[in-house]
């Protein structure tokens, strides 16, 4: 019976993820359904699953209770409740009736423990904290204090209308991200995964730093594919850490090196795990508009690694790899080149303004019937029902964290809190943008070592962002600011999950990995304040003279700091020069004439004053010797 019991679960569970692969490909392809039956329709697909997937407990792993069954089929009685009913329960949404409410305090405790399922504890306890918010208002103090909701007005408020758990978030959940993930997963299951790696290695295989730059790639590349620092780590790490260790490359830089490139596939273009999206439909934008956006900076962040792996391979003195240890480009090319050209199309539509999930759509059909092109990528009716069920299902901890989201937005729309928080973020910053953003920074830091990106980014959007554009900060660089640091949190300790993951795989020192991984990453913690100051990173503001000027010096800036990080270029670099290195780069970052002068003046200085330093060690040896 026990068996039984888990079978039919997966195979309920694999019914819906297809019906919700499906449904999230028709309503790309041919249209939208009204906001609240969209919504409500992709969240009955993803409940269900969740419930009978993801166990009550993590050591139940793999085990299905008749408690799972009872809470999938309340899911999706309470779901399916609102979607035939809400267009009538709109016309009283002043005077719910008593099952509408009933049916809302379900899907609410529903919410909370998919979430608690498939997030942890932390994003339910900000939710719960939420609701206690919401109900107990005016026994608040000061600043926090509100009128108070009722608990019929208040669950109405979250089940029946789009400003609570069926709001943008998961709004965007079941037409952007579902469509992506859908995406990543054909070209998963096609086989594109391994092009990617073979394609980055081929590449940058000879180089001393060949296989550390074979890691970065090939997650740039797979961000297309996955939305999830974490996810990228487990995926790529399987090949990239042993083929590091193999080389002799220094496991705990390669391994922060890995959690670092998985971390900026993040906000590497097109797909940007769900944040794109998200900054997309909060502006009113294009979707477009937003890739070119995100494109300098994550260049940036790239030539960084790019250097970092570099003088890691430098102090080893390792070489790169030898042509047969090389896979043959030209190969990979001929069995699965053809693999690529979706992701071409992809891209190319996006940029120049087409819809973003009817592309999405048609770059999914073209998968399949590109794949039949050559026999060892031909997709059969397995591997796509596959893929459909994997799309489905890598997005189900996503619809959850949307969810909840909901939950949280909702209660600080509805109480002003979103207005008070700007107020007193104003307030702490005494109007003064550089401390304001700060703040920012530090409260995006500490929800991301609990929460994912995209969770993180939608809290942070309501409550900060508004406050950052009242102080002139450009609209776009104050979105993008927010979801960088919603990121990073990933390789931020104590709390640094991607490097922790990667640390596990390499078998190194989670704390020191931690750390390392930081480093590395540092570039990503001072390029959002750069674009904030000066938007022509993001395209923003400028010609396409400035923009091309202000990209070179900002990418020879973030090599010299890069070098003055660890001290090192062909030698190690004396205090002095990497601190006078340090203060050029960040020059050099900042877009402007009278900066990039001042930087090209302190880089000469720092020559001179390390080449000083250098020849009078190398003289005091001399005489000691």
């Known amino acids: 019976m026990k068996i039984l019991s888990e079978a039919l679960a997966q195979k309920i569970a694999r019914i819906f993820l297809i019906c919700s692969s499906l449904f999230a490909m028709y309503t790309s392809g041919f249209g939208l359904f009204s906001a609240l039956t969209q919504r409500s329709i992709h969240w009955i697909f993803m409940i269900v699953p969740i419930f009978l997937l993801i166990p009550l407990r993590a050591k139940d792993k793999g085990k299905v209770s008749p408690l799972d069954f009872m809470l ?30 009933i049916m809302g305090i379900i899907m609410i405790l529903i919410v909370l423990e998919a979430t608690r399922r498939s997030m942890g504890m932390s994003m339910t306890i900000i939710a719960i904290i939420s609701l206690v918010y919401a109900y107990f208002g005016p026994y608040f103090p000061g600043l926090l204090k509100h009128k108070g909701f009722g608990i019929v007005s208040l669950v109405s408020y979250l089940y029946s209308t789009t400003e609570g758990i069926f709001g943008l978030p998961m709004g965007v959940s079941a037409t952007y991200i579902i469509i992506f993930v859908l995406f990543g997963s054909f070209l998963a299951k096609s086989g594109a995964g391994q092009l990617f790696v073979d394609l980055s290695l081929a590449a940058t295989g000879r180089a001393r730093s060949g296989p550390a730059l074979t890691t970065i790639f090939s997650n740039a590349l797979m961000g297309i594919i996955s939305g999830s620092p974490v996810a990228n780590v487990v995926t790529t790490g399987a090949f990239t850490l042993p083929l590091l260790k193999k080389t002799n490359y220094p496991m705990v830089e390669g391994a922060a090196l890995l959690a670092v490139a998985a971390t900026g596939s993040m906000f590497t273009p097109p797909v940007m795990g769900a944040g794109a999206f998200m900054i997309a439909d909060y502006i009113g934008i294009d979707y477009g508009k937003v890739v070119l956006a995100a494109i300098i900076p994550a260049t940036l962040f790239y030539i960084s690694l790019i250097a970092y792996a570099d003088i890691c391979a430098a102090r080893s003195n390792l070489r790169g790899l030898t042509s047969e240890e090389l896979p043959d480009w030209k190969q990979s090319l001929a069995k699965q080149g053809h693999l690529l050209i979706p ?96 703040l920012t920074m530090v409260a995006a830091l500490i929800l991301g070592m609990g929460l994912p990106p995209t969770a993180v980014y939608i809290i942070l959007a309501a409550l900060t962002i508004p406050s950052l554009i009242s102080m002139n900060i450009n609209e776009m660089a104050a979105h993008f600011f927010v979801f960088y640091f919603s990121c990073v949190g990933a ?34 913690y001072i390029i959002p304040f750069i674009f904030v100051y000066n938007p022509v990173l993001l395209m923003q503001e400028a010609n396409g003279l ?21 001290g090192f270029i062909r030698r190690k670099l004396s205090i002095i020069g990497r601190m006078v290195y340090a203060v050029a780069a960040i020059m050099l970052m900042i877009p402007g004439l009278t900066t990039d002068l001042m930087g090209i003046a302190l880089v000469a200085i720092g020559f001179c004053l390390d080449r000083f330093f250098n020849q009078n060690k190398d003289k005091s040896s001399t005489v000691n010797s």
Request: proline share 3%; aromatic share 10%; with cysteine.
């Open 72 to 101: 999938a089929l309340l899911a999706l009685v309470s779901s399916i409740y609102l979607t035939l009913t809400w267009e009538n329960n709109a016309m009283r949404i002043l005077d719910p009736s008593l099952i509408e409410t």
């Open 343 to 438: 992701i071409i199309l992809l891209i190319y539509f996006i940029v120049i303004g087409w819809s973003a999930i009817k592309t999405a759509f048609w770059c999914i059909i073209l998968i399949m019937a590109i794949s039949w092109l050559k026999k060892g990528t031909r997709m059969n009716f397995k591997q796509i029902t596959d893929a459909l069920v994997s799309g489905s299902r890598d997005n189900l901890s996503i619809a959850a964290a949307c969810a909840a989201a909901g939950i949280i937005v909702g209660v600080v729309s509805a109480t002003g809190l979103g207005v008070k928080f700007s107020s007193v973020l104003i307030s702490l910053s005494q109007s003064n943008p550089i401390l304001a953003l700060i």
């Open 491 to 524: 390789i931020t300790p104590p709390v640094a999950l991607a490097a922790y993951s990667s640390a596990a795989i390499a078998k190194t020192d989670p704390f020191i990995t931690g750390w390392t991984a930081f480093r590395m990453g540092l570039v990503a």
């Open 546 to 566: 400035e923009i091309f000027i202000s990209f070179v010096t900002a990418a020879i800036g973030v090599i010299l700091l890069t070098f003055a990080i660890e």
